[in-house]
Structure formats: C-alpha cells, structure tokens
C-alpha cells in the first residue's frame, strides 16, 4: 500500500496521509517476529533436557517467535565436559542473548548456566517471561 499526501482530487491531505501512515507502521511491527532466547536446563539429564528445549523451540515458532536455543546449537561442535569450550559456548550465547526481545525461562529449576544468562537479561533488562515445563506461562521471580 502506497500512501499519498495528495487525495483523490490533487489536494494536500496531511491528516489522512499521517493517519495511513501510522496504520502502515503499526502493521509493520504486528508482522514482525519477535527473537526470544530459550532459557532452559542442559546438564545433568542432557538426552531429556535437548527433547524439552527442542519442544519449547517449537513452542516459540507456534507463538509467532524466532527461538534463539544455543545450548542445542553449541554442544554440535563444543565439548561441555571441557571447562574452556563450556564457558565459551556460554560466552557466544551471550552474545546472542544481547539481540534478542525477550528471554523465555523454561522448568521448575534454574541452573547455574540458566542463572547466568537470566542475571544478564536484567542488567540489560530484556523483558523475562516464565514457562513450565509445559509451556503454560507463570509468575517469574522478582
């Protein structure tokens, strides 16, 4: 849709022009995906902790977002048994975690991994929204 400053008749509009306007950028923004950083749980019970973070991924797309799950992505090529490539896997989720919209916390625990990253988003204060392991949105802590 193309807006004018000019009606039908060749008359300057501004009111009309302005309005369409902003109906045009508010399209824009519903239309635009938000990118949201799954924060879930990956030692301990790794096979079962990658099915879940793989479910709440899904469940992200479903809600019309872009999941950023590094924790799926870096383990590909980075040893999490090696202290260095862990906490550099970290450090590169960082770096992502500083250009999503949102961070998603998924589970009834929070690690010490999930912590840091949670601890990261309010400094930066990235809106943190609370999931069960369910997906069905909770209060977060303060």
């Known amino acids: 849709m193309s807006v004018n400053k000019f009606n039908a008749e060749g008359y300057h509009d501004p009111t009309v022009y302005e309005a369409f306007t902003n109906i045009e950028k508010e399209e824009k923004v519903k239309r635009k995906k938000k990118i949201v950083f799954i924060c879930s749980p990956f030692a301990g019970d790794i096979e079962g902790n990658i099915l879940k973070a793989r479910r709440y991924g899904r469940f992200a797309a479903t809600q019309n977002a872009v999941p950023i799950i590094t924790h799926l992505m870096y383990p590909q090529f980075l ?11 970290i450090d590169m989720g960082l770096v992502l975690l500083g250009k999503c919209h949102e961070v998603w916390v ?22 943190i929204r609370y999931f069960s392991n369910e997906c069905k949105e909770r209060e977060g802590e303060k």
């Open 106 to 127: 998924f589970g009834d625990r929070v690690s010490p991994g999930m912590a840091v990253e949670i601890k990261k988003a309010k400094r930066w204060n990235i809106p």
């Open 79 to 89: 040893e999490e048994g090696d202290p260095k490539e862990r906490q550099l896997g």
